[in-house]
C-alpha cells in the first residue's frame, strides 16, 4: 500500500500565514509612526495633568516614540473625552480619562460620545481620595466647624469643583447629603484655575486632589479638613477621613484610567496596555506618583471595564436621589 505521508491542512495553513501577517502588520502600526499624544482633560498643573506628565515621560522612553501630553480643559473633561472619542484609531491618541466624563456625566448630561461604545479600555491609571481644602479666612480648622458655618448661613457657602459632573463635584453633593448642609457648587475648567479661586478667596472650598493641595496646606496656605476615601491615606496621616468624622461609609475615591478611541483594534489596546502597566509597575514611577498622593493602580482591560460600570451605577444612584442636574 502507499504510504501517505501527512501534510498540514490549507485551513491550518492559512491560520499560520494570517497569523504571520497580523505580527508583521502590528510591528508596522506600534509604536504608531507619528508622535503620540497623550490627551488630559483639564488643565496643567492638575493631579491628571502631573499623572499623565510622569506616564508620558517613562512611555516614550520605553517604546522609542514621543509622547506629548496635550491638554484639553473644559466641561469637566468631557471635551477631551468627546475629541478622543473621534479621533483616529490608530494608536497614536490615547487619553488619561477620569470618573467624571466615564461614570457620572452620562448620567447629567446628553454627551457627544457614548463611554462604553466610543472609548476603549486600557488600564486602570491610578486611584486616590479628594481633600476637602478651606482657605484660612473661612474660620473653620475643623469638619465639624465647617458643617456648623454652613449650617449657620445656608446657601452661603461655596466650593469648587473642576467641572459639573466631576468626582469633586459628586463628593461635594454627597457631603450636602451626609451633613445635611447646602453648599454652592462653582465649577470650574480643572483643578489650577480652582485652585488659583481658592488661594484668592473667590471661593470657601474645594475638593482636591492630593497632589494639587499638598504644598500650599504646607505652607499654611490652606487648611486641611478631610479626605474622601474609607482610610487615611499615608501621605496625609494626620488629616482625618470624612467617614471617622462622624459619617460611616462615606467615600468619594477619584481615579484616572488610560482609554483610547473605541474603534482602536483589540491588538493595539492590547500593546497599551503592556506598555501602560509596564510603566506603572516601574519603581521610580510609583515613587514619584505616590509623593503626590496617587496610588498606581494598573490592571487588564477587562479590569478596567467592568470598574467603570461599577462606579457609573454607584454614582448614577446618588444622582438620581439628589435630583442632581448639569449646571
Not at 468631557?78 to 448620567?107: C, E, F, Q, R, Y
Not at 463611554?115 to 479628594?130: E, H, Q, R
Not at 510609583?286 to 470598574?307: I, S
Amino acid at each position: 500500500m502507499k504510504k501517505i505521508r501527512p501534510v498540514f491542512g490549507l485551513t491550518s495553513i492559512l491560520a499560520l500565514a494570517a497569523a504571520a501577517h497580523f505580527s508583521t502588520a502590528l510591528a508596522q502600526t506600534f509604536p504608531p509612526k507619528k508622535a503620540v499624544t497623550l490627551v488630559v482633560g483639564f488643565a496643567a498643573g492638575g493631579g491628571t495633568d502631573t499623572a499623565a506628565r510622569i506616564v508620558a515621560k517613562k512611555l516614550s522612553e520605553n517604546i522609542g516614540q514621543t509622547v506629548v501630553v496635550d491638554n484639553k480643559p473644559g466641561a469637566g473633561g468631557n471635551i477631551a473625552h468627546g475629541l478622543v472619542a473621534k479621533a483616529d484609531p490608530d494608536g497614536s491618541t490615547i487619553l488619561l480619562g477620569s470618573i467624571g466624563p466615564l461614570s457620572i456625566a452620562p448620567h447629567l448630561m446628553k454627551l457627544t460620545y457614548d463611554p462604553v461604545k466610543d472609548l476603549a479600555p486600557i488600564s486602570m491609571g491610578v486611584s486616590f481620595p479628594n481633600v476637602l481644602v478651606v482657605n484660612p479666612s473661612l474660620g473653620a480648622k475643623t469638619l465639624q466647624e465647617y458643617i456648623d458655618l454652613a449650617k449657620k448661613k445656608p446657601g452661603a457657602l461655596d466650593y469648587a469643583s473642576t467641572g459639573a459632573g466631576s468626582a469633586s463635584h459628586l463628593a461635594g453633593e454627597l457631603f450636602n447629603q451626609r451633613a445635611g448642609v447646602d453648599i454652592l457648587h462653582v465649577p470650574y475648567k480643572g483643578g489650577s484655575p480652582a485652585m488659583v479661586d481658592l488661594l484668592g478667596g473667590r471661593v470657601s472650598a474645594y475638593y482636591s486632589t492630593p497632589s494639587s493641595a499638598q504644598p500650599y496646606i504646607e505652607s499654611g496656605k490652606l487648611i486641611a479638613l478631610a479626605t474622601t476615601g474609607l482610610e487615611r491615606p499615608e501621605f496625609m496621616a494626620n488629616v482625618p477621613t470624612i467617614a471617622e468624622s462622624g459619617f460611616p461609609g462615606f467615600i468619594a475615591s477619584n481615579w484616572y484610567a488610560f482609554v483610547a478611541p473605541g474603534k482602536t483594534p483589540v491588538a493595539i489596546l492590547e500593546r497599551w496596555n503592556q506598555e501602560i502597566v509596564k510603566v506603572l509597575n516601574m519603581p521610580d514611577v510609583r515613587e514619584q506618583l505616590t509623593k503626590h498622593g496617587l496610588t498606581p493602580a494598573p490592571g487588564t482591560r477587562k479590569e478596567l471595564q467592568d470598574y467603570i460600570a461599577a462606579e457609573s451605577a454607584t454614582w448614577g444612584k446618588v444622582i438620581k436621589e439628589r435630583n442632581i442636574t448639569a449646571e
